[in-house]
């Protein structure tokens, strides 16, 4: 797996969705007929920017949280870095350089939850998307997003979305 937005080798063409396929087509564009007609290939999408594979396929943190503070930047970073081995909150503080009650203090002033939960649900939501999206089984995703069980997993995957890992995959099938 890569993380890169789009990736071309040899004869095999992928990328991460969406607007993606349109910066990897404009990059083939660019390859085999120069960058002018790529340009202007993407003004005709009004695209306004091509972007590079190694681009990321989020938006930054800073803008999907609206958090300008480097060091709840960073402690978001090794969140959504560490789902599967889930990091205690004292590291994470102590990564981002915050005592670990200034660090609790911050992030509830930023996200009107603790850390903690604010952790629980970025892994409950990565559940979530591989429940829908996957065929693992239970076991393997809970095993990916840092829990000690299915069991576990059911558990707060029911108490945040009202519905049950099992239900999700059912619902997620029938469309």
């Given at each position: 797996?890569?993380?890169d937005?789009?990736?071309?080798?040899?004869?095999?063409?992928t990328c991460?969705?969406?607007?993606?396929?349109i910066?990897?087509?404009?990059?083939?564009?660019?390859r085999?007929?120069?960058?002018?007609?790529?340009?202007?290939?993407?003004?005709?999408f009004?695209?306004?920017r091509?972007r590079t594979a190694?681009?990321?396929?989020k938006?930054?943190?800073?803008?999907?949280?609206g958090?300008?503070d480097?060091?709840?930047?960073?402690a978001?970073?090794l969140?959504?870095?560490?789902i599967?081995?889930?990091?205690?909150m004292?590291?994470?503080?102590s990564l981002a350089g915050?005592s670990p009650?200034?660090?609790e203090r911050?992030?509830?002033r930023?996200?009107?939850?603790?850390?903690?939960q604010?952790y629980?649900?970025l892994r409950?939501k990565?559940?979530q998307?591989?429940?829908r999206e996957?065929?693992?089984?239970?076991l393997?995703?809970?095993?990916h997003?840092?829990?000690?069980?299915?069991s576990?997993l059911?558990?707060?995957?029911?108490?945040?979305?009202s519905?049950?890992?099992?239900q999700?995959?059912a619902a997620?099938?029938v469309?």
């Amino acid at each position: 797996m890569s993380r890169d937005l789009y990736c071309i080798e040899g004869d095999r063409l992928t990328c991460s969705g969406g607007t993606a396929a349109i910066d990897m087509m404009l990059e083939l564009i660019a390859r085999q007929h120069g960058h002018p007609l790529a340009a202007e290939v993407a003004d005709q999408f009004i695209h306004t920017r091509m972007r590079t594979a190694q681009e990321s396929q989020k938006m930054a943190i800073q803008w999907r949280y609206g958090v300008e503070d480097r060091r709840i930047v960073h402690a978001v970073t090794l969140m959504e870095q560490n789902i599967e081995r889930p990091i205690p909150m004292k590291t994470i503080a102590s990564l981002a350089g915050i005592s670990p009650r200034t660090f609790e203090r911050m992030w509830i002033r930023h996200f009107n939850v603790r850390p903690s939960q604010f952790y629980l649900e970025l892994r409950l939501k990565a559940a979530q998307k591989l429940i829908r999206e996957s065929s693992l089984s239970l076991l393997d995703v809970a095993m990916h997003c840092g829990f000690a069980s299915a069991s576990h997993l059911g558990r707060c995957y029911k108490q945040f979305f009202s519905r049950t890992p099992g239900q999700e995959r059912a619902a997620s099938e029938v469309r």
